[in-house]
Nanobody, 121 residues
């Protein structure tokens, strides 16, 4: 079984910063794309940022210039550095990874448990 464990969420004032991390563990052969999603109360889950195995990144327009996604393949970990945080960034943030398990040909999608980010004065 593959598990994604997230950490780094919390309460921060507008203009502040947080760094989220998500570590994958289990019977992993390789990890392809990884990403961060978020879901605010009463709203649909949306893609915040994604990164390929080789480091190509994409960002939602609302976070461009403020957030940075990165990964450490040796640690099977993806990070999200969040700067200049705004109240509208408040949401539960979920890690996502396309993981090819050992002994299997094709990858499957896995999700972290979610971590709360609250931006408020």
């Amino acid at each position: 079984q593959v598990q994604l464990v997230e950490s780094g969420g919390g309460l921060v004032q507008p203009g502040g910063s947080l760094r989220l991390s998500c570590a994958a563990s289990g019977s992993i052969f390789s990890i392809n794309d990884m990403g961060w999603y978020r879901q605010a109360p009463g709203k649909e889950r949306e893609l915040v940022a994604s990164i390929t195995r080789t480091g190509d990144t994409q960002y939602a327009d609302s976070v461009k210039g403020r957030f940075t996604i990165s990964r450490d393949n040796a640690k099977n970990t993806v990070y999200l550095q969040m700067n200049i945080l705004k109240p509208e960034d408040t949401a539960v943030y979920y890690c996502n990874a396309a993981v090819r398990r050992s002994g299997y040909m094709f990858p499957n999608e896995y999700w972290g448990q979610g971590t709360q980010v609250t931006v408020s004065s």
